[in-house]
């Protein structure tokens, strides 16, 4: 979600004030780090297999011996932007300027790239809820992680977003595009030809 965010707001952003504009999911700490997007992930339900006992094997012919397996995991959970800045209009500004990212992605080529780089990800077949965008407020804070008096100001809006990753035996994460699903095992006959599933 960091790098899809980043790739929209670059120095080709179509409004100059948030070119180059910092994506993380580190609080900014930096006064040259305002105005920011801070990214949390919150999860949600449980971490689980897509069924019961589930594996899905790979092609023999690759192996060089038994299929290599493969386990494929589904998640859920919340994702949050925090816009914040140092004036109560910056940060005004800059809900409107994500909330157009979210809402209006698809209809524009300058903010198309927010929702193309999530539903195209290699490692992460994810969708997200973009027909319910979770505005959770604004806030103030009358301090500074520098140590100045100055105000911070805060804007959160949210998406729900669900998914499938698939790991190999190793725990490491498997391109999507690397697994091709059969309906049929290679101990069963095909089901398309005579001979096959009754």
């Known amino acids: 979600m960091v790098e899809a965010m980043k790739s929209v707001f670059d120095g080709e952003y179509p409004n100059d004030d948030f070119r180059n504009l910092k994506v993380s999911i580190e609080f900014p700490k930096a006064v040259e780090d305002y105005p920011s997007i801070w990214v949390t992930y919150t999860p949600s339900g449980a971490l689980q297999p897509a069924g019961i006992h589930h594996f899905e094997e790979g092609d023999p012919r690759d192996a060089g011996g038994p299929p290599k397996r493969f386990q494929r ?58 027909d319910e965008i979770d505005q959770d407020g604004s806030a103030e804070t009358p301090t500074t992680p520098w140590g100045t008096d100055e105000m911070i100001y805060e804007t959160t809006v949210g998406i729900v977003v669900f998914g499938e990753f698939v790991s190999d035996g190793t725990g490491e994460m498997v391109p999507l595009r690397a697994i091709e699903v059969f309906p049929y095992t290679d101990r069963e006959p095909d089901p398309t030809t005579p001979g096959g599933w009754m």
């Not at 949050?80 to 209009?89: C, D, N």
């Not at 994500?98 to 992605?105: D, E």
């Open 73 to 130: 995991w589904r998640f859920q959970g919340a994702i949050s932007f925090t816009g914040v800045a140092m004036t109560s209009l910056e940060r005004d500004r800059l809900h409107d300027e994500m909330v157009r990212v979210m809402v209006f992605g698809q209809e524009n080529p300058t903010t198309a790239t927010f929702r193309a780089y999530i539903e195209n990800n290699e490692f992460l077949a994810m969708n997200a809820n973009f």
